[in-house]
């Protein structure tokens, strides 16, 4: 029987875990603050000093491969580790509680074998006295001590999860009806041994269903794949030994330079949308196109484009524009359907650059990321376009709106203004395509402009910038967990040359190269159903990529095929983030959110099938950039 000094150290100890989670993810965001003052510093000195930096490159990577391992605890702690939960989330809450038990000792298993395996590639550099490469050297072990120290606080977290988990059980007075817990986990047991046992017949189809398996169980993402290529990993080379894989596939992905752009645009991106740069847009747009049929909703598409441009997270643009343009169209007598589809469908995050989507996928495939975010900006402006004219013309047949008119005056007042806001795609993207930065580096000069922004706007005090740090802080390693997960499961299906065999099987079917294109298009829609964009892409790249050659597709158009795909995805029940993120702002039935944006999916795959008709669409502007 539990005593209550038993209770209070327990207690105690679950908050001492979670004040250490929340200040190792603030040390982590400060330092990634650190790395975008440094890497400015090294492009100006570069460039403009004719004095490259020898320490900055070096000291960056060591503290990307520690930002990673740091701020992962966090997020286990507030469920920022994204889930696929569709049918999880209808189950009772007892159910729903036995079951995150369960899946939270799925988790745990994979996060100790990568904890433990890095504790021993951490003795084994220390031992050797390894040192890394470059100009600048340090000792191995002080980069691959961050696996198990994260690891630790890692298992730390979700035993406290369990527990929690286990008095929320204890507390539930009234028990509902439905499929109850033991059944529910009798189910996922059995299930489990179905995947496993697939193995023993067919590997690749094994990581299939084992995959689909603890995804549809609601298994964190990240831990989900991580599983299922650590029991890969088991059956390929019969022994723990082929367990050594982790650290090293998480150390490539933590000392990966353009992998570092995403934590640095993540933290720009999070701090300009919290400096009110969306009301000094839109109030830009509408002042100079609210003269126009429907103009106060082209404003909004062009709101939305402008600020992708600077922001490069679609769900993060649709937030802002809901926030800042939803009332004003409403009380210009615009429809309720076309105002809801516009604030929703509208946002391009991932398609016009800078994009985490394509950066990830440049990760991936070994493709130029300037060339990608150069490929997304035709498709991208044709899509708002495509947007803005819907708009219009829905609003000449239905007469549903009120132009706004406004003096040169006031217009030349909002521009004078919002010059800043205009100035900034300048910064970022033309310090890529005049060579004066990588998309890295980039990253750090976004930084550093929205560090501005938020000065001369004043729209965030201190404690609003420590929680943008922090924010930011957990959702990068939320991604870049999902990647280093993924690509053990992808170490795997290479090893077991599934790409290979899988094109192999298509160039000899005989079956047209439209057809099999159309299945991949579908299979991706359909995963996006289920699925957020960073998991797709990391899921699908690795098989889909090798393939592309033999189908006669480019690999730079179809990374803008897939992130238009996503875009589709996040506007696509039952988990479209982007759906769920206007409908926890407006108090909307999810039905009319959805019956709203039907238009702009359309769209979407008309600028799909634009870019498959035209690859030049994608592909002229960075030929004429080389």
Known sequence: MMTGNDNNWKQNMGRAVDRISWLAALLAGILMLAVALFMSFEAFSRHFLDSPTSWV?????????????????????????????????????????????????????????????????????????????????????????????????????????????????????????????????????????????????????????FALVLLFWGVPISFALGVVGLTGLLFFHGSLAGLNTLPIVAEHTGTNFVLLAIPLFTLGGLILSRSGLGEEMYELSSRWLGWMPG?????????????????????AVTAIVTLVAMKPLLARGYDKTLVIGTVTGSSLGLIIPPSIGFIVYGFLTDTSVGELFLAGVIPGAILVGLFSAYVIINCKITGKYQ??????????????????????????LGSIYTGLATPTEAGAILVIYSLFCALIFKKINFKGFIQCIIDSSVLSTMILMIMIGALVMSN?????????????????????????????????????????????????VPVIAPMLPALGVDTVVFGVILMMLIETALLTPPVGLNIFTVKGILNEPLSLIIKSVIPFVLILIIGVILVFIWPDLALWLPSQMK
């Not at 103009?295 to 769900?315: D, F, N, P, Q, R």
């Not at 706004?404 to 970022?428: A, D």
């Open 492 to 540: 795997v299906i290479t090893l077991l040359q599934v790409p290979s065999t899988l094109t192999e099987a298509i160039v000899s079917s005989g079956l047209p190269n439209s057809l099999v294109l159309l299945c991949i298009v579908l299979f991706i829609l359909v995963l996006g159903m289920f699925l957020d964009g960073g998991s797709i892409t990391v899921l699908t």
């Open 403 to 428: 132009p706004v008119s406004y003096t040169w005056k006031e217009r030349m007042i909002s521009l004078k203004k919002s010059v800043i806001i205009l100035l900034g795609p300048v910064f970022v």
């Open 57 to 209: 490159f070096a000291i960056s990577i060591l503290i990307f491969m520690w930002f990673i391992f740091l701020a992962t605890p966090f997020g286990i702690q507030i469920n920022k580790h994204v889930a696929c939960d569709v049918f999880v989330s209808r189950l009772p809450e007892d159910t729903r509680q036995s079951l995150g038990i369960a899946t939270d000792i799925i988790s745990f298993v994979y996060i100790l074998a990568l904890g433990y395996f890095g504790y021993e590639a951490f003795k084994e550099a220390l031992s050797m006295g390894s040192m890394s490469e470059g100009l600048v050297r340090y000792p191995m072990w002080l980069l691959l001590v961050s696996i198990p120290f994260g690891m630790t606080l890692c298992l730390l977290q979700v035993v406290c999860k369990i527990q929690v988990r286990l008095q929320c059980l204890c507390d539930l007075k009234v028990v509902t009806s439905g499929l109850r817990p033991a059944s529910a986990i009798a189910l996922l047991i059995i299930s489990m041994i179905g995947g496993v046992l697939m193995f023993f017949f067919s590997q690749p189809l094994g990581i299939l269903i």
């Open 295 to 315: 103009g106060l909703g082209v404003a909004t598409c062009i709101t939305g484009g402008i600020l992708a441009a600077m922001i490069g997270s679609s769900t």
